[in-house]
């Protein structure tokens, strides 16, 4: 079975990987997310920090075998989700999401 795994800064998702075996893909998400995760850091006070680098998160969970095909879903599925107003809330919370 692959895995999908999201790496996450707070709850701001940067990146996506897949992976099965040894085989594996990933992609950033658009440089939005990027600034918003810096944004968001700044604000939290926790730039240059290893209080920053500590808010690195990878959530794991398992996916279908083409991992192409789940690669591209998730990503696009994301940067639909999560539009330029959540990341504004998001950033404006130091990057943490309301529970």
């Given at each position: 079975?692959?895995?999908?795994?999201?790496?996450?800064?707070?709850d701001i998702p940067?990146?996506?990987?897949?992976?099965?075996?040894?085989?594996?893909?990933?992609?950033?998400?658009?440089?939005?997310?990027?600034?918003?995760?810096?944004?968001?850091?700044?604000?939290?006070?926790?730039?240059?920090?290893?209080?920053?680098?500590?808010?690195?998160?990878?959530?794991?969970?398992?996916?279908?075998?083409?991992?192409?095909?789940?690669?591209?879903?998730?990503?696009?599925?994301?940067?639909?989700?999560?539009?330029?107003?959540?990341?504004?809330?998001?950033?404006?919370?130091?990057?943490?999401?309301?529970?």
């Amino acid at each position: 079975m692959a895995n999908l795994i999201i790496v996450m800064w707070r709850d701001i998702p940067a990146q996506v990987i897949v992976k099965q075996g040894r085989k594996s893909a990933k992609r950033p998400l658009e440089e939005r997310f990027e600034k918003a995760v810096d944004k968001a850091a700044m604000r939290a006070g926790l730039y240059g920090s290893d209080g920053y680098l500590s808010e690195w998160r990878r959530d794991t969970s398992s996916c279908g075998d083409d991992l192409e095909a789940v690669l591209e879903a998730t990503v696009s599925q994301i940067q639909t989700d999560y539009t330029d107003e959540r990341l504004a809330v998001l950033v404006a919370a130091g990057g943490i999401a309301e529970k």
